[in-house]
């Protein structure tokens, strides 16, 4: 993983997970919390792939077994987050930019109800139950994540996109582009080409002319 991509998802997972345990879990909403951190996996995991995906979904996830108040196993949410991440970078485009919305908000509803269910699963499998009915909290997580993610997704992804790139790259293909377009049409480099041919040719004139006179004087 890049140097960029490791500090931007390092960063975006510990703000997202600062603002779902001081302000959003502070809400008293009905059923689930809305799940800023599962958004920004998400996020993160369209625009780089399924492998940063599952990386970075194992960070977050590590960092909210480890955020208090957790009242579950460390290393349960971690391994959901690290499955979604995984899963969720497979719907990346080879193109890695989307055309349309429709994606992202099927991404988070399959998200919303995966990480939900193999939460459950996995309390179930190391004997750590949480309370609550599991069909509430699938209902409330759908809802409480669509309507966050219209706007956090994209500006994930807009951040995810803009860090990735390399401005340097940019300038000298922009650079490399402009020259073949010179050297195609011949109003730049061709002019210049016969300036540079011009004096060189005054050059040689010149010291063609010196060693005759230098050879008139000889004789």
Request: glycine share 12%.
């Amino acid at each position: 993983m890049r140097f960029n991509r490791m500090l931007l998802s390092a960063t975006l997972a510990v703000v997202a997970l600062v603002l779902q345990v001081s302000v959003l879990a502070r809400l008293q909403l009905p059923g689930a919390v809305p799940d800023l951190v599962l958004l920004t996996v998400l996020g993160l995991a369209l625009v780089y792939g399924h492998v940063t995906g599952a990386l970075v979904g194992f960070g977050a996830g590590l960092l909210s077994d480890l955020a208090p108040p957790a009242d579950h196993a460390v290393g349960r949410y971690a391994l959901v987050l690290c499955v979604i991440g995984y899963l969720a970078g497979l719907a990346r485009p080879e193109s890695g930019r989307l055309k349309s919305a429709t994606v992202p908000m099927l991404v988070v509803v399959a998200a919303a109800i995966g990480s939900t269910l193999l939460y459950a699963l996995v309390g179930t499998l190391v004997g750590d139950t949480a309370p609550g009915g599991v069909g509430s909290l699938l209902l409330t997580a759908v809802i409480y994540d669509l309507l966050l993610a219209p706007f956090t997704v994209p500006l994930i992804m807009a951040l995810a996109r803009r860090a990735d790139s390399d401005p340097l790259t940019e300038d000298r293909g922009a650079s490399g582009d402009v020259s073949s377009g010179w050297l195609a049409s011949g109003t730049g480099l061709r002019i210049g080409s016969q300036r540079g041919g011009m004096r060189m040719r005054s050059a040689r004139g010149r010291v063609s002319r010196a060693g005759r006179l230098r050879g008139a004087k000889r004789l």
